[in-house]
Structures are given as structure tokens and as C-alpha cells.
């Protein structure tokens, strides 16, 4: 319901909805201007769905609202007087619907540039792990969309790589740099990122009802069980994790690191088909081969 009532689309469909229903309500059964107050809820969600639209359409449908209000309600008086004043009181509602909408969105997007910012911070830490976060936020979008994920999920999506690694800050940097083997301690403490980065993350509201929080804990877990932090299994793997796992190891495997060299995108493939029903989803294993097969796959350098 949250995903829904978040989509313009809804209340682009609500609009037209509402506005059939009046008219049909004032021409069989209710023949006053008692029912304003739908034409009004009307307005309103023509301007939160059709924020983002042309003015000139956004008054184009206010006027046509006011029109139905005024010649669908027989016993309604027109005259020039009142039309032109319907008009602007419509025009108003309809205008604070859209400043309404347009600062709702402004927040999102300081949202979206403060998580990006705090991504390439951690990604700063390690020369060799430059653009991984959005390396990965991309990708993981770009399958989300392939497999026809809604818009606020592409969205939940994208912030959740973006900060799928933000636990790594509480990690001693001589660790994450580590060119050598780890130690087994030293691998526990890498293993402890995701459970960091949730505990750092986890009392943002936005994230609370949303896959954020799922990405940033269950990324590494893997298909068959054997992941952490949990061992979860299969479909128990929120599907927004088992994404950004798939696009985290690409990454990973056609990157250069501190401890190992990239990889031919041939034995990437391989590594990909290799491990479907292992480490990662076979059908999101799909998805993103033929996502890289047909070269439509763009990260940063």
C-alpha cells in the first residue's frame, strides 16, 4: 500500500476516477452541489499526480474540472461572475497540491545526494574501491528495471547500494587494506560490516519500511545458505538483497583490488553461471547476463 500511495500514477488513474464518478453522481442520483467536496479531492489529485507535468495541462485540467462541476449539477447556477471565481479557488488548490508534491521530491533528492555523498565517502577510504558503491547502485538498478520493478522500488533499490557497504566505516582501516590473507579474525571483523552498517542506518524512518535496511544487512548472503549475516536461503533472502548481491561481485570481480587483480569478462561470466543456485539467484544470474550480453551494463571507470 506504501508503494502504491508513493506513485503518481496512482493518483493520475484516482484523478479520472473521481472526476467520472462526479459526473455520473450529478447526472443520475444527486443533483446539488453537495458533492464540491469530490471535485475538490479531484484537484487535489490531479495536482500531487501531474506534479511534474506541463502547466498549461495542469490548468488545462483544472478548468476542466471546474467546467464538470458547473454543467453536470443541474439545479447549479452559472454565470461569469462565479465561474472565473471557481476557477481561481481550483487554480489555488491545484497550485498547493503541486508545491506540496515538488517539496516532497526536493527531500527525496537531498536524500539521494546526501546517501551518495556518504558513499563516495567510504568509497575514498580504499583508492582501489573508487565508484564501487555507485558501481553497484547502478547495476543493481539496471537489473530492477530489466525484471520490471516499480519506480520507488528501483529507488529503494538504489540507495540500498549505495550504502550496502556503510558498515565498512566501523572496520580498522589496516583491515579493509589488507593486501595479504586475512586472519580468521580479521575476516569475522569484515563479516561484521553488514550487521554495523544496519545499526547505523536502522532508525532512519525511510529506510524502516523500505528494502534499505534488507540491501545493507543481507547482501552477502548467498543462495544456497552459507552466506551471513544470518544464513538465510533462497527466497528468505529479501529479493533487493539477492540483487545487489549479484551487481556487489560483478563489481568485485572486474575490479582491481588491493589483494588481486580484475578479471576477463569471460571468466566473469563463467564465475556467474558457476555459481547460480550457489551463491546467487539463477534468475537474477539471468537477468544480469543478458543484461551484459546485449553491453547494456554502464558503471564508472
Known amino acids: 500500500m506504501n508503494t502504491l500511495l508513493r506513485n503518481p500514477m496512482f493518483y493520475r488513474i484516482s484523478f479520472f476516477i473521481l472526476l467520472v464518478f462526479n459526473i455520473l453522481i450529478n447526472s443520475t442520483l444527486i443533483h446539488n452541489d453537495i458533492t464540491y467536496v469530490f471535485y475538490i479531492l479531484a484537484t487535489v489529485f490531479l495536482g500531487v499526480g501531474f506534479y511534474n507535468k506541463s502547466p498549461f495541462l495542469l490548468i488545462f485540467l483544472t478548468f476542466l474540472v471546474v467546467l464538470c462541476r458547473c454543467f453536470f449539477i443541474p439545479n447549479f447556477t452559472i454565470d461569469f461572475i462565479m465561474l472565473p471565481f471557481h476557477l481561481i479557488t481550483y487554480l489555488i488548490i491545484m497550485g498547493l497540491s503541486v508545491g506540496f508534491m515538488q517539496f516532497v521530491q526536493k527531500v527525496k533528492q537531498n536524500q539521494q545526494d546526501l546517501t551518495r555523498a556518504l558513499a563516495k565517502a567510504l568509497d575514498t577510504r580504499d583508492t582501489h574501491t573508487l565508484y564501487h558503491s555507485e558501481n553497484v547502485a547502478n547495476f543493481s538498478v539496471q537489473i530492477a528495471k530489466k525484471m520490471n520493478l516499480s519506480e520507488q522500488k528501483c529507488r529503494e533499490i538504489q540507495i540500498g547500494a549505495l550504502l550496502h557497504d556503510i558498515g565498512k566505516i566501523g572496520i580498522a582501516e589496516h583491515v579493509l587494506s589488507k593486501p595479504g590473507k586475512l586472519t580468521s579474525d580479521e575476516y569475522e571483523l ?33 543462495f544456497d545458505g552459507t552466506g551471513y549475516p544470518n544464513g538465510l536461503k533462497g527466497e528468505n533472502i529479501p529479493l533487493e538483497a539477492r540483487i545487489v548481491a549479484v551487481a556487489d561481485a560483478y563489481d568485485a570481480m572486474v575490479s582491481k583490488r588491493i589483494y588481486k587483480n580484475e578479471m576477463d569478462y569471460a571468466s566473469v561470466r563463467q564465475e556467474l553461471i558457476n ?22 551494463l554502464r558503471g564508472n571507470v
Open 190 to 222: 569484515i563479516k561484521s560490516h553488514p550487521k554495523i552498517g544496519h545499526d547505523i542506518i536502522k532508525h532512519v524512518n525511510n529506510f524502516q519500511d523500505s528494502g534499505v535496511l534488507d540491501i545493507v544487512l543481507y547482501h552477502h548472503e548467498k
Open 275 to 296: 555459481n547460480k543456485g550457489k551463491q546467487f539467484d539463477p534468475e537474477i544470474v539471468d537477468v544480469f547476463l543478458s543484461l551484459l550480453d546485449q553491453g547494456a
